[in-house]
């Protein structure tokens, strides 16, 4: 039989196939970084405190004790961070520091004249590679050392990397919640919609009942809890609308998507007035947060990553854990695979579904109040569209939108893809409409190399 | 007419088809019989057009014919009529039965034309459907019959019917065996497939059993058709010793020691709307009570109803005295009362799930820890418990349970109540669709439970089955039970299934 003849080499193409075929979302992931490696492959200039202790070696290296230095850099943050480890490295070995300047190349001509006046020596110039191009550094008398540059990929450096990331977490978030819908054969127009109407009756409840500017971590946390319990509850009404009515989700989740929208701009309009006076034209401007610490789940880290990334994380590890070792997992699957054989196993169907739509709510909730943080406001038009560009999101991640196929690490995989997409396309410089049709056929693509996961498998099944 | 020369198959890992030789004449009708797994789908599906064989030669009407798709197969005119149904249920009968190419005038419908055609049709099947109701409206039966219809309006030259009266009730069943008689004396030939034996004998002219892709016993030259006698070459003991390579005594398996009980479930002016009509009967603890009756006398409606899955108007349900609230399946269930429903794929299993995660469903409760964990070990080791005892065969425990034989596929189902510790078990049809093999292996468990005092409600439409393996028999008709069987091996089939017809002895046997 020609199957028995192939020997070894068959056999292994075959597994080859097949391991290709059951990960594809993840081979699909790991071609597109490694295409946004090649497009943004760039001479890199670090400006990190590690590179200014390399600075700080070559200075001492080449240029030994009694010594003055003048270290240059911009006024940024990293730039600061970067001359802190120039002097850090160059601290108790004896060689002094002639003077800092942070700013522009005409700083550095005037620190250097005032150097001059004064009548100090000035042996050294410590600075990045940008500054070491300036004029008053290239022509003043003494050595400067700068870091080496390295060509790299500007996608794949650490901040870029967390960026995408970060940019996404609310999408990824939302991805969650509809992850379980979609197992359920089921579908939630509503998220976006939920999403705002979760950020603004956040914003709206620290603003006006507990206390604006003065509001403690725990009235901003009891804010959070109503926007995201709002938003649950908007699941729960979509949820008994498609069990106890029969209605199909999409169109439950479309009344919802509308009546959520609608809320949403309701409360900003109203706050607006209540703030300016009641004759107040009402717009739709964001509700702002005043209280300081509300922007720390947005914008704060933790270890250097992102708060956002940080919950993402967190919340699709319990998601997995729900999914794969509890019973209420179980269920869904049950329940999406096959309804009328869950219902004759016992399992509560009619309870399942109204929990995972809850549960989709909340996930938009979350992603809510994330936005709402990191714009330190409630926007009443912030998440249109997310709906399709969360259910890309899904479907490339392998889930089967006929229900009870699907894991929440490909959902994970397949809202990466989607981010590094977007990514990938914005730093290869390609403008914002052919982005829409580039990343319109890209997921077209993405979902098609899925559909043919079963014709890969066929390898491996053995008829009977 | 059909000609097959050393046709081989192979899948990765199974030899499906090992140099099989065939011929069929036009005019013959061709049993072909074996266990699941011997072959016969992937004899089908070659002849078919669906597959193409890896060597041999198919030879059809006297030229070779190398099928490209079934459409071309369908065109030289092979209708096949499978054991899945093809109906669109939205559609009406007559919209089902003409929907293929070919029947309209440059696409516009010839709607007289097709309407007297469809009474024709249905006539010639003996069947009182009335061609404008859709199809959702009908029973699985009344299905079949359609679909049966759909394949004579081709006119074929070889018609290949795989397991057609699987959900037939027997006058269904005789009106197509009829029929099929009809096609081969208007001069085409036909496959046909089946696990009831009888009907193999009623309908072929010759019989071929499949093995593990092999011709065993029949047909690889043209031979005598019929002994001399009329008889078939092959009778029914043989035939079974053919398929499973091994004899099996008797049909069923002998009583098990154990005692019928007291009384454990009383069913109470059971009713619901005209499809049952107040139906009461009782099981004892170890008994086995056959529901005897043509498809569409209200059997599986009583087992749903039991069961909590049907809602009902009136009557009541007690189980061990205490009255039972049957509001849903989950309620049941708890009560102890479990379901082997009738359409094993549709309504036991989640095809795209594993064999264990479906064993476990109903189970997850008793594999729970801290509430809402699963326990994957217990769960694990349950399942392989109740795969050993059953002999569940499989290749590993996450295999998709989709794959498995029927056979197998029902014993997940049986394992999962078992597991539950069912105090009543309805089995709807437990072995449609199941081979001789593990239909016996089934036969054995309903013995089996009934002994350990557990109590069994079993509908069957095969006759033989339900006097066969039942303590006492009910027999319903139009939503009623019209008559008792209290010692169902003794009794007369022919009597049973005239009450199952509804011209039952006037002496109605009072139940209860």
Known sequence: MPEGAGGSVGRWRRKLLDLLGRNLSVVVLALLCLISSVATWREQNPITSRSGGAVARQVLEACPAPCAVLVVARDTEADRLFARAIEEGLDGSGVRIAGRVFGQPRDVRLELERLAMVGGSLDAIATHRIASEWGPVRSARARVFSPGSYHWPTFLTARNLLNVVNQNADIAIIALGMTLVILTAGIDLSVGSLLALAGVITAVAAQEWFGGVAASPAGLLAAMLLGVTAAALGGLLSGTMVTAFRVPPFVATLGLMMLARGLALILAVGHQRRLVGGGAEGTPEAVRVDAAAFAWLGNGSVLGVPNPIVLMLVLFVAAHLLMTRTMFGRYVYAVGGNVEAARLSGV????????????????????????????????????????????????????????????????????????????????????????????????????????????????????? | MLELHRISKSYPGVDALRGVSLAIGAGEVLGLVGENGAGKSTLIRVVSGAERPDGGRIEFGGEAAAFASPADARERGIAVIHQELSLVPQLSVRENLFLGAGWSRRGILRRRWEEREARRLLGLLEMDIDPDVRCSTLSLGACQVVEIAKALALEPRLLILDEPTAALSPREARALLRQVRGVARRGAAAIYISHRLEEIEAVADRVAVLRDGELVHGIDRRGPAVADDGRLPLDRDELIEAMVGRSLSTEFPPRLPGAIAETRLEVRGLSAGRRVRDVSFDIRRGEVLGLAGLVGAGRTEVARIVAGAMPFDGGEVRLDGSRLDLRSPRQAIRSGICLLPEDRRGQGLILGRSAQDNFALPNLDRFRRLRALVDRRRERRAFSRWREQLDIRLARPGQRVATLSGGNQQKVVIARWLERGAKVVLCDEPTRGIDVGARYEIYEWIRRIASEGKSVLLISSELEEVLGLSDRVLVMHDGRIRGEIPDPERADPAGVLRIAAGLGPSEETSVA
């Open chain 1, 348 to 464: 509560p169907v009619t309870a399942v579904l109204l929990a995972v739509y809850c549960l989709c709510g909340a996930f938009a909730g979350l992603a809510g109040i994330v936005d709402a943080s990191r714009f330190e406001g409630g926007r009443p038009n912030a998440g249109e569209l997310y709906e399709l560009q969360v259910i890309a999101a899904v479907v490339v991640g392998g889930a089967s939108l006929a229900g009870g196929r699907g894991r929440i690490a490909g959902t994970l995989i397949g809202a990466m893809i989607i981010a590094v997409i977007q990514n990938g396309l914005n730093i290869a410089g390609v403008a914002s409409y052919e982005q829409k049709v580039v990343f319109g056929a890209l997921i077209l693509a993405a979902v098609l190399l899925d559909r043919l996961q079963p014709r890969l498998r066929r390898f491996r099944r053995k008829p009977l």
